[in-house]
Every structure is written in structure tokens, then in C-alpha cells.
């Protein structure tokens, strides 16, 4: 029996009762002795807190309490801070200051959200406005915005690597571009949200979160409120989403952790989407000045420049670990033999930044692809021509200049795939044709390499006496349908019907340990893990069968219907393994009744996806409209155990590049107001600017996992942003516009 199951485009299992409407998520939940959690927030982006009225608010009906910093412990959210950077950690409630528009400063308690929320009206807060500082060129050179802190400069790094000075000193062309990667707001379908009861008797916190890293969440808790992790549960019900905004643990959620215990009630905060669009973090953020060498043939001898990263005002757990990600990645699929990297981190007084699908590989990504593509133009080469004349050839794994350790790739091979399949010539050939008539028709590549995978996770796999399974990971999902990639790498490796297998995950009771769902990690980690845990379990059925079989175990193989003797037509069922497995006394001597199996998975090394996108756009020289006459991508991400859930993840990483390029961008305005701080001003792509997209995959296996997969999650959000920017600027015919390419940009383009 051989890909009976993995490799199959099985439907979601999980689809179901989500589009009926039978999902449970964190707002749909209720509890005993509920109270709602509403937050006093920041005006301004950076200001001294004067002072605080609460009086009129305490005496509305249903208002429980009203707190301030001075009214808690001095608690802050956690932050990574590598050791060469300056932390600044976030306060529950601001602490005197203020340090950008949407910052907590009071929490109100009572007995409905609407009380709540009105009672939050009726806060007086006096502010001292201090200068705020919105851009980190402008940071880099101002007061600090933390008082302890010696500059608002938070990490400053430099690689070196190679002549880069005779590099640039024999080049024939260099290239060289200001890129600005625009902050991007997540915009999950389901904002942020976080329930707490405490059980005064067990001396237990019960926790749902829409988070997508619940063990982490609960050591956050346990740690910052003094609890042992035992005493700590946290849940996940559905999660409509997240994208790497909800890896963070927030200021909100240890703030309801703690006035739950502090209380003894239960209370729950559900984000509203104007405060999401202000409270929860960013992505991008980030202007790179970079130069690119070339000889004559077109062939890379050099790249440096500065890459300047906007933190925000604090940070989080995945704030400072974006920037050093995009310098990793520069080097993408190319041979570079000589780079001179320069990276600085900054604090300003905006939202604070963090991991948004990709975090730090799109940025890497379109740097080098605008760079590419700048290069062609200069030297008169074919964008796809200049590609492969670089393209890194191995031997793999391939150690960059930038300290990536690539497992495997075949980029030439991918790019050939999609001219291919794009029928690239052909396409040309329209595009003079239609420029001939008039028409403004473009068409942009990407080539990229990008990071997935990290850490460790356990996997578990229990076969109940009916035939019935269960499987357990660390994992935790929030939309990407990874139910099925489990269900079928266990129904592939012991003969059961997917039908009859569930999945338990985001519950730290059910699954002590795990590292969640981020870094597009969940197969390559969590998959190996549970493969591991159906070895168990697949060795123990065959030594059952070898048993009844009077056979060796290395001589029994699964078949379609069963368990039998290589070579030979004797075979026993699935129901007569089950009816040994239960009862010891019909056991092989030494073993344990049940089928259960218990495995962790540690990845010793990243893996790193590859791919080739093609967009071919036409512009309208009178309204500045973009529309996207075809979208074709070729994705490597090693084994594919499901294609319906790759193409998904492919559409829905495509669509937010698309977004990236096209409509998306966060601005504020000089006093630090977020101009666009609601769907009405922020420009999320509607299904009608999406285009038909036109997916296919290549497979070259990784070997850092025994599934050899690789992520496959955020490569459409790497290379959709450049294709399409790309093709935009070839049918301007202009060298570079830093997105997003607005329909005013573009316009404006077209009078030059």
C-alpha cells in the first residue's frame, strides 16, 4: 500500500460546522460570574500622564472596578530581546507616559460589555503632549521615547562578507533604490480576545485565548502572576485567523489573567476592530537604501546598502526578530559573492511591530526582486534572463553569505517550470502587441528562497477499542486546515479511515507541551512528530499481527484491508489486532495493552521553500486602476501531503501580497494618529480584485524532516508583493514607486 492518503487533495475536515455557522469562538464564549474587561486608551502617541479621573465612571450601574497602573503590580508583557539590543517592555497600563495613540492606561470591569464601554466614556485623563517621533530616521536622532533606554536606536548589526569594495570597483552597472516596505495592519477575520476564570477551589486558572501559541501563553501567565504552570490551563477555541499577529502574548492577555485571580471572577476583553487596528501589532515597516554590482553579462558581484527597521514604541515577543530575518534572507536564491549589510532597529512613538505572515522574508524578498529587476532594465536583459544567470547551483546544503544554510533547491528549475507553463513567450509577444495598440500591459517575475520551520513539538496517536483514533499535537490551528495533514499521515501509516480519526490540539491539559503554529512550522515539526507517535503505535500493530500470524513483525506489511505476511495471502484484520491489543491475555508476552504512541520532533535545521510567480497586469492610463490579467505561481515546498490545502495556503498568501502591492498600507499623520484606523480607510483587497490564480507546484524534497516537507504558508505573501510591483512598473515603464501602487500613484505615473 503506497500514498493510499498523503498526497491526496482530501476535503477540510473542519469546514463543516465553521460554514454552517456552528464555530465557537472566543466572543461566542460565556462563563459564571462574568465580567467584561473595557480599556481606557491613549489619545496621543506620546504624552505624560497628568492625572486620572475615575470617579463618574465607578458610580455608573454595573461598573464593578476601575483600575490604573498604580492600581496593579508592576507587570509588562513578555519581549525577546537579543542580548545586543535595548528592551523596552510593555506595561500592562501605561506607566506616566504614553508612547503612541491606543496604549492602555485604565481598565474598567462590569457586568455587561455595553456597561463597560460606557463606563470608559466617563474617564477623565489629563495628558502633558510630548514630541512624537513617527519615523525612525527621525527617531534615530531624537530624545529617547524610554527614559532609561541611551537612544531609541534598539539593535544595531552589520555583515561583512567578501571584497565588496572591488566588487562595486569592477562593477559595469550598479543599481541602487530607496525600498520602502509600508507598516501593513494583519486584519484576522476575528480580532484578539481572551477569557479567565479563577477556581478559588482547585487554585487553577482556566484560560481561552485566541492565541496561536497556547503552552507559551500559559509559562507567560504562570510566570508574570506566580503560578505554577500546572495551575495555569489555556485554551484555544476557533481562531478566525492571525497571520503571526497572535504568536505575541499582549498587554490585555495577562491583564484579564491577573484580574481573574486578583478578583475571583471570570472576566473576558474581546478586541473591537478599531482598537485591533491600533493595539495589535503591525507588520513590515522597514526602508532599505541598498546598491546592487553587475558585470557586464548581467552576473551579481556585490550588494550592500542599510536596512532601517520602525519597532514602534515597545517591544514584544517578535518585534526585534523580523529585521535580522529580512538581513538573513538577502542573499535569497542568487549567488552574491560579496555583501555589506547594515541594520538598524528603532523605537517611535507608533503601534508596536512583530511577525506578519513571512516576518522578514517578504521584505528580503521584494528588496532583491525590485533590485533584479533594475539590473535587467539597466543592462537591456529579460527580467527571467538575469535570474538565471545567478541562481545559486549547489552543491546543498548551501551555506550564504548572509548565514542562511539552504537544505535544498532547485531554482532554475522552478523558474523554468513557470515560463513554461506561463507560456512566457507567448505572453511577451501580447504584451507588444497590446503596447503597440496603446495599452499599458506589464509583466513582473519573482524568484525567492525564504526560512520555515523551528523548534521542537510532540505528536501522540491513540487508537480506542472501537477503531476509533485520536491524535495529539502541540500545534495549534487557526484556520489553515492542518487536521487533515495530520489525519492523513496517520491514516497513511496504520490503515484507519479518516473519517473515524479526530484531532486534539490548543489545550495545554490535553497536550502538555508544544511550540504552536507559526514560521509556517506545523508540518515539518508537528508532522514529524505525530509520524513519530503512529511509528509507535504501527510497530505494535505488527508485532500483534505477526503474533496472530505466526510470523516475524519485519515481515508483516499494511495492507488495504489489513495487516498479512509479505509474500504470502494470510492476513488479519484491523478488528482482530483491536481484539488482542485490549486483552492481555491474549498479548505477545511483554507487551502493554493499548495502541498508543507518545513522540517529540526536533528540528535541528530550518528548511527553506522556494518558488517562481509571474503577474501580468494592465494599467488604465485614466483612472490608475491595476487590474491583474493573470497570476501564475510555482511553489516548492517539498512533499506535499495535501494539494488542496497547499493551493489554499497559495491563494491566501497571493491575495495578501497582492493587497501589499496594491491597496494596503498604514499612515499617520504627524501627531501620530492612525488615519486609517478602520475598513473604511484601510484598503483591504475585495474578492473582485483578486484574480484567478493559477497554481502549480514542483516537489524537491527536504531533508531536515522524515515527511521532507517544507512551510508552505507564507510563500505566497513573499512573492506576490514584487511580481506584481514588478509587472506595474513595466507597464509604466518607470524605474521604481514605492507602494502601494494606488490608483492616484499610478495615475500620477502615467502624466510623467
Avoid at 71 to 94: K, N
Avoid at 362 to 373: F, G, H, I, S, V
Avoid at 710 to 718: L, N, W
Amino acid at each position: 500500500m503506497s500514498n493510499r492518503y498523503i498526497g491526496q487533495p482530501m476535503k477540510r475536515l473542519e469546514d463543516g460546522k465553521l460554514v454552517q455557522g456552528r464555530g465557537q469562538y472566543l466572543a461566542d464564549l460565556q462563563a459564571d460570574n462574568l465580567l467584561y474587561l473595557a480599556l481606557v486608551r491613549s489619545p496621543y502617541a506620546h504624552a505624560r500622564v497628568i492625572s486620572i479621573d475615575t470617579s463618574e465612571a465607578q458610580n455608573l450601574p454595573g461598573v464593578v472596578a476601575t483600575m490604573t497602573s498604580s492600581d496593579l503590580p508592576e507587570l509588562y508583557a513578555p519581549a525577546s530581546i537579543p542580548r545586543d539590543a535595548q528592551g523596552a517592555f510593555h506595561p500592562l497600563l501605561a506607566r506616566e507616559r504614553v508612547r503612541y495613540v491606543g496604549e492602555p492606561v485604565v481598565a474598567i470591569l462590569a457586568a455587561s460589555e455595553a456597561q463597560a464601554l460606557d463606563a470608559a466614556q466617563q474617564v477623565f485623563v489629563e495628558y502633558e503632549p510630548l514630541p512624537a517621533y513617527l519615523e525612525p530616521q527621525q527617531a534615530r536622532q531624537a530624545p529617547p521615547i524610554h527614559p532609561h533606554l541611551q537612544s531609541n536606536l534598539a539593535l544595531e548589526r552589520k555583515t561583512v562578507v567578501g571584497e565588496i569594495a572591488q566588487a562595486f570597483a569592477q562593477a559595469h552597472q550598479v543599481v541602487r533604490a530607496r525600498l520602502v516596505q509600508q507598516r501593513v495592519a494583519p486584519s484576522a477575520m476575528e480580532p484578539r480576545g481572551i477569557l479567565a476564570s479563577w477556581d478559588g477551589i482547585r487554585e487553577a486558572l482556566t484560560v481561552w485565548s485566541s492565541t496561536q501559541m497556547p503552552h507559551d501563553l500559559r509559562s507567560a501567565i504562570a510566570e508574570k502572576l506566580g503560578l505554577a504552570e500546572n495551575q495555569v490551563r489555556v485554551i484555544t477555541p476557533d481562531v478566525g485567523g492571525a497571520f503571526g499577529a497572535k504568536i505575541n502574548v499582549y498587554p490585555e492577555e495577562i491583564l484579564v489573567a491577573y484580574l481573574a485571580k486578583h478578583l475571583g471572577r471570570s472576566v473576558r476583553w474581546v478586541e473591537g476592530r478599531g482598537e485591533s487596528f491600533s493595539a495589535t501589532i503591525h507588520g513590515r515597516a522597514q526602508v532599505a537604501e541598498l546598491e546592487m554590482a553587475f558585470d557586464a553579462e548581467g552576473k551579481i558581484l556585490g550588494l550592500r546598502g542599510q536596512v532601517v527597521a520602525d519597532l514602534g514604541a515597545y517591544a514584544l515577543e517578535t518585534t526585534l526578530g523580523n529585521a535580522p530575518g529580512t538581513i538573513l534572507m538577502l542573499q535569497g536564491p542568487y549567488e552574491v559573492p560579496a555583501v555589506e549589510l547594515a541594520l538598524q532597529a528603532v523605537y517611535t512613538n507608533a503601534t508596536p511591530t512583530g511577525a506578519y505572515r513571512g516576518a522578514g522574508r517578504p521584505e528580503a524578498t521584494y528588496y532583491l526582486e525590485r533590485l533584479m529587476d533594475m539590473g535587467a532594465r539597466a543592462l537591456g536583459l529579460d527580467p527571467a534572463e538575469i535570474r538565471r544567470k545567478n541562481f545559486i547551483q549547489g552543491p546543498f546544503p548551501y551555506k550564504t553569505r548572509t548565514g542562511a544554510k539552504y537544505d535544498s533547491g532547485a531554482y532554475a528549475e522552478v523558474l523554468q517550470k513557470l515560463l513554461e507553463v506561463s507560456r512566457y513567450p507567448e505572453l511577451r509577444a501580447e504584451q507588444a502587441q497590446a503596447q503597440s495598440q496603446g495599452r499599458r500591459v506589464g509583466i513582473g517575475l519573482c524568484s525567492y528562497v525564504e526560512i520555515t520551520g523551528y523548534g521542537w513539538d510532540t505528536g501522540g496517536v491513540r487508537i480506542n477499542p472501537d477503531g476509533s483514533a485520536v491524535i495529539f499535537t502541540g500545534t495549534s490551528p487557526h484556520g489553515q486546515g492542518t487536521q487533515n495533514a495530520f489525519v492523513q499521515i496517520v491514516a497513511e501509516r496504520l490503515g484507519l479511515e479518516p473519517e473515524r480519526i479526530r484531532v486534539v490540539q490548543g489545550d495545554t491539559l490535553a497536550v502538555p507541551y508544544g511550540m504552536g503554529t507559526a514560521g509556517s512550522r506545523t508540518l515539518s515539526v508537528g508532522g514529524s512528530a505525530v509520524l513519530k507517535a503512529s511509528e509507535e503505535v504501527r510497530t505494535k500493530m505488527q508485532k500483534i499481527a505477526a503474533h496472530l500470524l505466526e510470523a516475524a513483525p519485519e515481515d508483516i506489511d499494511l495492507l488495504e484491508h489489513g495487516w498479512g505476511v509479505r509474500g504470502t495471502d494470510k492476513s488479519v484484520s484491523l478488528e482482530q489486532i483491536l481484539g488482542v491489543a485490549f486483552n492481555p491475555r491474549k498479548l505477545p508476552p511483554d507487551m502493554e495493552p493499548g495502541l498508543e504512541g507518545h513522540a517529540s520532533f526536533a528540528l535541528k535545521d530550518a528548511n527553506y521553500p522556494f518558488g517562481a510567480h509571474l503577474a501580468m497586469v494592465e494599467v488604465d492610463p485614466e483612472t490608475g486602476l491595476v487590474q491583474i490579467l493573470r497570476y501564475i505561481a510555482v511553489d516548492d515546498c517539498g512533499t506535499v501531503v495535501n494539494p488542496l490545502l497547499f493551493e489554499g495556503q497559495q491563494h491566501g498568501g497571493i491575495a495578501q501580497g497582492i493587497g501589499q502591492a496594491l491597496y494596503e498600507g498604514v499612515v499617520y499623520d504627524g501627531e501620530g494618529q492612525n488615519l486609517t484606523a478602520s475598513f473604511l480607510e484601510y484598503a483591504l483587497p475585495k474578492a473582485d480584485q483578486i484574480p484567478w490564480m493559477e497554481p502549480h507546484r514542483h516537489q524537491t524534497p527536504s531533508p531536515t524532516n522524515p515527511l521532507g516537507v517544507k512551510g508552505v504558508g507564507e510563500a505566497g505573501a513573499i512573492a506576490a508583493t514584487p511580481a506584481v510591483v514588478n509587472a506595474v512598473l513595466d507597464a509604466l515603464g518607470v524605474a521604481h514607486l514605492d507602494m502601494p501602487l494606488t490608483p492616484e500613484k499610478v495615475w500620477r505615473a502615467t502624466r510623467l
